[in-house]
């Protein structure tokens, strides 16, 4: 036996080391922190935390390269795909449970709309917004301080307010427009790279079916709601608009006719 | 997945009604519990649960996250209180049995660990730990990701946001240093 067989390989010295490391984890990042340091948006000393827990944690770092390629993800090998038979049945079966309003009881707040623009809403309604708007703004801003250090509100909302004029009746922080909010004209937040699914309330009845009209970029169908009281939604896709302030108008149709029934706001970051 | 005709070329015409929603990302949220361990039964019933959750909170989505990083969150939730609720479940039910499990699970996680304990003398730990301290944390992590994770170069990129000659050159200029640093007491897996 040479000396050197009497060392330790050190690859397993350090796969050794790593599992001691292992099983002093108390914690794990939760899958919105995950998602944050994907999108590359943790401040540099919370960036390096999460790296050291990722390189001696399995399940986290897996976790995160899923993410990464979400949209492709395959069973594990040996695990056949859904046939399509089998998606169609759990689509039906997810159908019936919307129909039957489950989850609904979950709900612990008011759901707080963006507005169209139009007229004036009713006072009391506008007041029975606030509660839940306040409590939004809250937890949002929570969230915002510790992820978000370098937002210039002031300059974006400068910005906000001289181009969503007349739409504009609240003066809510752009960096909680993010959330939902309950003024005219208010903006939701997105970010060029990204698409996003944008919920969309109006006053007037519901029609059959919907059509969004991006001012100056064109038109996209739009989904009307799956039952009373829920949102027309809007999925944006992804790089399709530019940086700035576009202005979505919200078309019902019912056979011929078409009518508008909102107009919103959406700001779209720089890159 | 329904496009619409004047949107504008390529992908941006693209758009999805919830029944889109759910044909394009069914499968992918299916294959995320899978590949977590979870039973096919359970990961429909747990990918059901996820689209329920999206269509309902529609009014919640922040604008600013893609489809799939929204889908991923409310999936990790999901999973990560699947896991909560069926250990607190174990826990309740099979206290003894749970505990034997467990052992059983750092017993063979920890084969190659025994097999080291001999000749992974307490000296040899801490001239390990302090070669690894004195790297630059980006080495240190994309070492253990490569060696402990077994994850390939353009994985390692991935996770660290890097570019894949960075990670080699931060695995390289590693292994150089360790050697150099512990080639007296470590034999080089390379070698």
């Not at chain 1, 948006?41 to 995160?64: F, G, I, N, T």
């Not at chain 2, 052992?103 to 996680?109: I, N, T």
Request: charged content about 30%; overall charge negative.
């Amino acid at each position: 036996m040479s000396a050197d067989d009497e060392k330790p390989p050190l690859d397993a010295a350090l796969r050794h080391l790593a599992e001691q490391q292992r099983r002093s984890l108390t914690s794990h990042p939760t899958p919105q922190e995950l998602a944050v340091y994907h999108a590359g948006e943790l401040p540099p000393e919370a960036e390096s935390r999460l790296l050291d827990h990722l390189a001696v944690c399995r399940d986290c770092s897996d976790l995160l390269l899923d993410l990464a390629g979400f949209a492709d993800l395959k069973p594990p090998q040996g695990v056949p795909e859904l046939t399509d038979e089998q998606v169609e049945q759990d689509w039906q079966a997810l159908r019936s449970r919307m129909r039957a309003g489950e989850g609904r009881e979950e709900r612990t707040a008011e759901v707080v709309p963006i507005r169209p623009a139009g007229p004036p809403m009713k006072p009391a309604r506008w007041t029975s917004l606030w509660l839940p708007v306040a409590a939004s703004i809250l937890a949002v801003l929570g969230f915002s301080f510790s992820l978000y250090q370098t937002v210039q509100v002031g300059a974006l909302r400068q910005q906000l307010e001289a181009q969503s004029k007349p739409w504009s009746t609240t003066s809510v922080p752009l960096d909680d427009t993010t959330h939902r909010s309950g003024g005219e004209g208010t903006v939701q937040r997105m970010k060029s790279v990204d698409g996003a699914v944008l919920s969309l309330y109006h006053d007037e009845e519901v029609y059959p079916a919907y059509e969004a009209e991006i001012v100056g970029q064109g038109k996209l169908k739009a989904a009307p709601p799956l039952e009373d009281g829920l949102p027309v939604t809007l999925v944006i896709p992804r790089r399709s608009l530019g940086p700035g302030i576009h202005t979505i108008r919200l078309f019902g149709v019912k056979g011929d006719q078409r009518d508008e029934v909102g107009e919103y706001k959406i700001q779209v970051d720089e890159p | 997945m329904a496009m619409t005709d004047d949107f504008g070329p390529g992908d941006q015409g693209l758009m999805y009604t919830p029944e889109d929603l759910y044909q394009r990302y069914y499968r992918p949220v299916v294959a995320f519990f899978l590949r977590r361990g979870v039973p096919i039964e359970e990961s429909r019933d747990l990918a059901q649960e996820t689209f329920l959750r999206v269509f309902k909170n529609m009014d919640s989505f922040r604008g600013e996250s893609a489809v799939e990083t929204w889908l991923f969150q409310i999936a990790g939730n999901l999973y990560k209180n699947t896991l909560r609720s069926l250990q607190a479940q174990k826990r309740d039910a099979q206290e003894v049995s749970l505990e034997s499990a467990e052992a059983g699970v750092v017993e063979l996680r920890s084969k190659e660990g025994d097999a080291l304990r001999g000749i992974l003398t307490e000296e040899r730990s801490r001239l390990l730990r302090a070669a690894l301290e004195d790297l630059p944390p980006q080495m240190r992590q994309a070492v253990y990701l490569r060696v402990d994770g077994d994850l390939k170069y353009r994985e390692i990129a991935e996770l660290m946001h890097v570019s894949i000659e960075t990670v080699k050159a931060h695995l390289y200029q590693a292994r150089q240093h360790l050697r150099d640093r512990l080639g007296d007491y470590f034999r080089d897996s390379e070698s």
